[in-house]
């Protein structure tokens, strides 16, 4: 279930890994300068936030609203 804090930060750490302030739910990862090493870097800035998605996740759709919709709330639980 995605909700408004899983968007708002999923969002948050994306602009802050692309270095673009005004980056969008129907912009593309890897067209607004996304590469695997920013990939890793989103991956380990969410799970800081106790978020979770896994890196095929940006390979399959790369458009940030479908990444958003693959993160998960770990709640705490650094072992997901």
Do not use: C, H, W, Y
């Not at 995605?2 to 890994?17: A, F, H, M, Q, S």
């Not at 989103?42 to 936030?49: G, M, N, T, W, Y």
């Not at 095929?56 to 650094?78: C, E, H, K, M, Y």
Request: hydrophobic content about 40%; cysteine-free.
């Amino acid at each position: 279930m995605i909700t408004e804090r899983i968007r708002k930060e999923t969002l948050d750490v994306l602009r802050d890994v692309l270095e673009n302030p005004d980056l969008r739910e129907e912009d593309d990862f890897f067209e607004s300068g996304g590469d695997s090493l920013l990939v890793a870097r989103s991956i380990a800035l969410l799970k800081e936030r106790n978020l979770r998605v896994r890196a095929r996740v940006f390979i399959d759709d790369p458009r940030i609203r479908s990444i958003i919709a693959q993160v998960r709330d770990t709640g705490g639980d650094s072992a997901g």
